[in-house]
């Protein structure tokens, strides 16, 4: 008999890791793990490299993805501290804030989302009954959505950062005791989430059978956890990360923000994220083009494997541009991609037109068109 679902267990780090200066006293087992590795011939992969994925989207259902390995301590703590209430944000579509109201919920906690609109929506005032994907599973787990105006990727953090505090001092009057979650879970807390995959990532061989791992950088927490674990085995590993949605310098000061308050006391002070992490930005703006979309779709038809539209579509395109034109940047051939998730943003009808119009998509038939029957 497994110990009651949700309840905070105690946590023991990796040996590499136990100098570090913020280390989790608890864990709550909410993943499906270990997630597995195993080959991935991508369309278009070129001559000499091998690619591999590691399923990060297969970490559950409705906690599918990469969030749910963080959020395991930063809602231990938040249970630890007695707190009633989760206050995060993101945007519409955001997958953390969807996998945040999902545990929350699970928990017994409440949750309450402030969501930022995309630039077409930026002047409405509440939410459409319309909406879909993740904002339709927040709402079904009773999630309170705040939104804001659209916000600009250079301020996105600061401004957030001053929503969710002026958020929790409100509920704090109201008797409350929040907790504040940073964007994407980026904090130290949140940091062993993938602390921790790294460890199961050895045991699994990436340290004999890679030379490179590529993610996609949002917020920059989950590159944080993978670089930071691998400097700190002394792994020859290089971690990239590509940045789908706001430029790489944006990203690294937030790495080096929660860098500083998680390494280890007398760690190289002059310790970076250019030291653990290859930022790289997007070779075209950050919009989703007809063609990304036909990759899209060519990539779920020939692998099964199905990408989502803000973070691994563009990380996996880009990935292939700097393989075919830049090759130098990564350490050997040997390239293992993180899948982490995404699939509910698919599920707001922006797919539609591409899947009616592909032969190898639009492939629903009527019977009658090939049996008679009476």
């Given at each position: 008999?497994?110990?009651?679902?949700?309840a905070p267990q105690p946590y023991y780090p990796p040996d590499w890791a136990k100098e570090?200066?913020?280390?989790?006293?608890?864990?709550?087992?909410?993943?499906?793990?270990?997630?597995?590795?195993?080959?991935?011939?991508?369309?278009?992969?070129?001559?000499?490299?091998?690619?591999?994925?590691?399923?990060?989207?297969?970490?559950?259902?409705?906690?599918?993805?990469?969030?749910?390995?963080?959020?395991?301590?930063?809602?231990?703590?938040?249970?630890?501290?007695?707190?009633?209430?989760?206050?995060?944000?993101?945007?519409?579509?955001?997958?953390?804030?969807?996998?945040?109201?999902?545990?929350?919920?699970?928990?017994?906690?409440?949750?309450?989302?402030?969501?930022?609109?995309?630039?077409?929506?930026?002047?409405?005032?509440?939410?459409?009954?319309?909406?879909?994907?993740?904002?339709?599973?927040?709402?079904?787990?009773?999630?309170?959505?705040?939104?804001?105006?659209?916000?600009?990727?250079?301020?996105?953090?600061?401004?957030?950062?001053?929503?969710?505090?002026?958020?929790?001092?409100?509920?704090?009057?109201?008797?409350?005791?929040?907790?504040?979650?940073?964007?994407?879970?980026?904090?130290?807390?949140?940091?062993?989430?993938?602390?921790?995959?790294?460890?199961?990532?050895?045991?699994?061989?990436?340290?004999?059978?890679?030379?490179?791992?590529?993610?996609?950088?949002?917020?920059?927490?989950?590159?944080?956890?993978?670089?930071?674990?691998?400097?700190?085995?002394?792994?020859?590993?290089?971690?990239?990360?590509?940045?789908?949605?706001?430029?790489?310098?944006?990203?690294?000061?937030?790495?080096?923000?929660?860098?500083?308050?998680?390494?280890?006391?007398?760690?190289?002070?002059?310790?970076?994220?250019?030291?653990?992490?290859?930022?790289?930005?997007?070779?075209?703006?950050?919009?989703?083009?007809?063609?990304?979309?036909?990759?899209?779709?060519?990539?779920?038809?020939?692998?099964?494997?199905?990408?989502?539209?803000?973070?691994?579509?563009?990380?996996?395109?880009?990935?292939?541009h700097e393989m075919k034109y830049n090759p130098e940047r990564f350490r050997g051939q040997?390239?293992?991609?993180?899948?982490?998730?995404?699939?509910?943003?698919?599920?707001?009808?922006?797919?539609?037109?591409?899947?009616?119009?592909?032969?190898?998509?639009?492939?629903?038939?009527?019977?009658?068109?090939?049996?008679?029957?009476?």
């Open positions: 008999m497994s110990s009651k679902y949700g570090l200066s913020v280390i989790p006293k608890t864990r709550i087992k909410l993943a499906q793990l270990p997630t597995p590795i195993h080959s991935w011939s991508v369309p278009g992969l070129p001559d000499g490299f091998q690619l591999y994925i590691k399923r990060d989207d297969l970490t559950g259902s409705t906690l599918s993805g990469n969030k749910v390995r963080k959020l395991e301590f930063i809602f231990s703590e938040a249970l630890d501290q007695g707190c009633d209430t989760v206050i995060t944000g993101g945007g519409l579509q955001s997958n953390h804030t969807r996998a945040t109201a999902v545990v929350a919920k699970e928990l017994g906690l409440s949750s309450l989302n402030i969501l930022y609109l995309p630039p077409e929506k930026t002047h409405e005032s509440s939410l459409s009954s319309k909406e879909k994907g993740n904002l339709l599973l927040s709402c079904m787990v009773g999630a309170t959505s705040e939104t804001v105006p659209f916000l600009a990727a250079e301020t996105r953090f600061k401004q957030m950062e001053e929503y969710m505090k002026a958020t929790s001092d409100r509920l704090i009057v109201k008797g409350h005791l929040p907790c504040i979650v940073e964007l994407g879970g980026a904090n130290p807390t949140g940091a062993w989430g993938y602390i921790e995959a790294f460890q199961e990532m050895i045991d699994q061989g990436i340290l004999e059978n890679f030379d490179d791992i590529v993610m996609c950088a949002g917020t920059g927490g989950t590159a944080l956890g993978i670089g930071l674990a691998s400097y700190l085995t002394g792994s020859k590993l290089k971690v990239h990360a590509v940045c789908t949605k706001a430029p790489s310098t944006v990203v690294a000061t937030n790495i080096n923000k929660e860098l500083s308050k998680i390494k280890k006391e007398g760690m190289d002070n002059h310790l970076q994220c250019s030291d653990i992490v290859d930022l790289i930005d997007l070779h075209t703006d950050t919009s989703i083009k007809k063609e990304d979309l036909d990759f899209l779709t060519q990539v779920s038809t020939k692998t099964g494997i199905i990408l989502d539209t803000t973070f691994t579509l563009k990380t996996v395109i880009c990935m292939l040997r390239i293992l991609f993180m899948h982490t998730g995404g699939l509910f943003g698919l599920c707001d009808g922006q797919l539609d037109p591409v899947l009616v119009q592909t032969p190898d998509t639009n492939r629903i038939r009527s019977i009658h068109e090939f049996i008679d029957v009476v």
